[in-house]
T-cell receptor, first 117, second 113 residues
Framework: NAGVMQNPRHLVRRRGQEARLRCSPM?????VYWYRQLPEEGLKFMVY????????ESGMPKERFSAEFPKEGPSILRIQQVVRGDSAAYFC???????????????FGPGTRLTVL | DAKTTQPPSMDCAEGRAANLPCNHS???????VYWYRQIHSQGPQYIIH???NNETNEMASLIITEDRKSSTLILPHATLRDTAVYYC??????????????FGEGTQLTVNP
């Protein structure tokens, strides 16, 4: 069973360009979470999605950032008009559906390292 | 979610047990204790979780005190590859959907040869 997959692993953008980060959850998982880790800082929650729904986006910056998890295909974290402060590692996690928290363990992907020049 | 307190760093000799403490004195009855680790900027790796009983899996053991105000993660035979930042996270049980993980500073465990 393949783990959570993220691509690209490294992404370089110039200021003002758009960045698209993709996350394919583990097989059978329908919940996706995005976290950001700024240089020398801890992991911070950004957004939680289920198929075609944003459940909690309280950690998302108000502007330029958006996320989706379509019915088919990977989850996408999109950053428009990137700035140097967006340089960070972006991690995606997935968890299976279910009502019991014990089935809700989040498994992380390897991350995408975004560098904004 | 309840706040956790962990020592910023610990050292352990290779082959010995590593005991990583975590204080969560304000934990509520419906909150689980989760442990993750992050090896050198890789994606966080799930280790173990528990509610009030001690738990053991192939990676580690989790000992939770009876009053649930603290816990200890035990790596029984630490190897150099266990060098990582270990995060103790207290997370509320949500019945109908998932919930975020709130990462603190964690403990930098260094396993020495």
């Amino acid at each position: 069973n393949a783990g959570v997959m993220q691509n690209p692993r490294h992404l370089v953008r110039r200021r003002g360009q758009e960045a698209r980060l993709r996350c394919s959850p583990m097989k059978g998982h329908s919940h996706v979470y995005w976290y950001r880790q700024l240089p020398e800082e801890g992991l911070k929650f950004m957004v939680y999605l289920q198929k075609e729904n944003i459940i909690d986006e309280s950690g998302m910056p108000k502007e330029r950032f958006s996320a989706e998890f379509p019915k088919e295909g990977p989850s996408i974290l999109r950053i428009q008009q990137v700035v140097r402060g967006d340089s960070a590692a972006y991690f995606c996690a997935s968890s299976p559906p279910g009502l019991a928290l014990s089935t809700d363990t989040q498994y992380f992907g390897p991350g995408t390292r975004l560098t904004v020049l | 979610d309840a706040k956790t307190t962990q020592p910023p760093s610990m050292d352990c000799a290779e082959g010995r047990a590593a005991n990583l403490p975590c204080n969560h004195s304000t934990i509520s009855g419906n909150e689980y204790v989760y442990w993750y680790r992050q090896i050198h900027s890789q994606g966080p790796q799930y280790i173990i979780h528990g509610l009030k009983n001690n738990e053991t899996n192939e990676m580690a053991s989790l000992i939770i005190t009876e009053d649930r105000k603290s816990s200890t993660l035990i790596l029984p035979h630490a190897t150099l590859r266990d060098t990582a930042v270990y995060y103790c996270i207290v997370r509320v049980a949500v019945e109908t959907s998932g919930s975020r993980l709130t990462f603190g500073e964690g403990t930098q465990l260094t396993v020495n040869p």
